[in-house]
């Protein structure tokens, strides 16, 4: 082998591992697609909401990240020591009638559920600034 065909071999295998690298990447991208489908009625949720959770000596607050979804469309239960936030982000009819380039803010069916320790209830809850925020006051006499 001259050097002329080792060094075509070498860009070959580079073109070659490009080539691979670009199909993970669009498969990867196929995948985030329709992991974020909306979810028809009746089936699982289509996403879960990221939360903080902030506890004090008073008591907890949880703050769960909703944007674009109406106060309508949230349902928050409190029930044995289970907080359960469900709802539904629906896109909009305008969009809906558009070819979409890119979804990568989930839309669909939501739920998310956390353990709360005992000893801590439910003050309420109001939608602020794109995210619900709960309150929770420790029942008196608990640590």
């Not at 909306?38 to 949720?45: E, Y």
């Not at 109406?70 to 936030?85: A, H, M, R, T, Y």
Request: glycine share 10%; hydrophobic share 40%; net charge negative.
């Amino acid at each position: 082998m001259d050097a002329d065909q080792g060094e075509w071999g070498m860009r070959d295998l580079e073109d070659i591992m490009w080539m691979q690298a670009i199909d993970m990447l669009e498969r990867a991208e196929r995948l985030q697609r329709r992991f974020f489908q909306p979810a028809p009625s009746g089936r699982q949720p289509a996403w879960q909401p990221p939360m903080d959770v902030f506890e004090s000596s008073g008591g907890l607050q949880i703050v769960v990240a909703l944007p674009g979804v109406s106060p309508e469309e949230v349902q928050v239960i409190f029930s044995g020591n289970v907080l359960i936030v469900s709802g539904q982000r629906r896109l909009s009819a305008e969009l809906q009638t558009g070819h979409i380039h890119r979804l990568e803010i989930p839309y669909g069916v939501f739920d998310r559920r956390l353990q709360i320790p005992d000893g801590l209830t439910l003050q309420g809850w109001e939608m602020r600034d794109g995210c619900l925020h709960l309150s929770f006051r420790r029942q008196r006499g608990m640590k």
